[in-house]
């Protein structure tokens, strides 16, 4: 592969698409991409604070582990009736947090720039979650190792969201499966599959489904129901994106669309 689009590198000042990209570019860009880089110290400087205030290896790892089993609940309520709701592009205040949070990934899903959560929103909703949780248990050492966990799973979260992405097969048959889903997610029907790493919660609360012929395809599956029609009424995110949504990514492969057909 060649071109500046497709050579992960910080001085280009251009957006990465991973329908584009390889396994190798995606881990130069991925280990380079200052976001990551942010998670990382962060995740660090937890590690010391927690160090700091240690409360013990029964506590630090019981906060740990609540994190562990929350955190993909607390991802599927945020992602299924926040960012997939029709709230906030109807208020003006929000409209382009909904548009840089969500609706430009699914407008464009092989985006890289648009696939990392903005850390102004996503380290806040960690630390929401996850401080009350460690520091009930064990005070401000178990506070520091929730917090820590939750940005460390957000960089795993992220990491796979790419490979969903990405053009490259993975090897491993677990992962090609968790891909498959959210490919569905992103081309067939955005109402279901919400999980990123696991589906155990879409199966729980009955949102997860295996092809394309188990329900018909959305006619949003890629403007969240904002369509000419909302936009007309709600202008807010149009105004921002400077035209009106369209119903496929520019990126959509002939590939990707036969996977969700």
Sequence with gaps: MSGTLNNPSLKTGRSFDLGKMDLRQLWIAYLTYPTILLYFALVLASCFASAHFFAGWSKTLCAMVAVVLVYPVVWYLLHRYVLHGRLLYKIKWTAALWKRIHFDHHQDPHLLDVLFGAPVTTLPTIAVITLPIGYLIGGLGTA?????????????????????????????????????????????????????????????????????????????????????????????????????PRDRPDGARPEQKRAAA
């Design 144 to 244: 520091a190792a929730a917090f820590g966990t939750g940005v460390a799973i957000t960089c795993i979260y992220e990491f796979f969201h790419c490979i969903q992405h990405l053009n490259y097969k993975p090897r491993s048959a677990w992962i090609q499966r968790m891909k498959a889903r959210h490919v569905l997610h992103h081309f067939h029907d955005e109402d279901g599959n919400f999980g990123i790493t696991s589906f155990v919660v879409d199966r729980v609360l009955g949102s997860y489904y295996v092809d394309a012929k188990a329900r018909p395809r959305s006619p949003t599956v890629f403007n969240l129901g904002y369509d000419v029609a909302e936009a007309a009424r709600y202008p807010w995110v149009m105004d921002l994106t400077g035209a009106p």
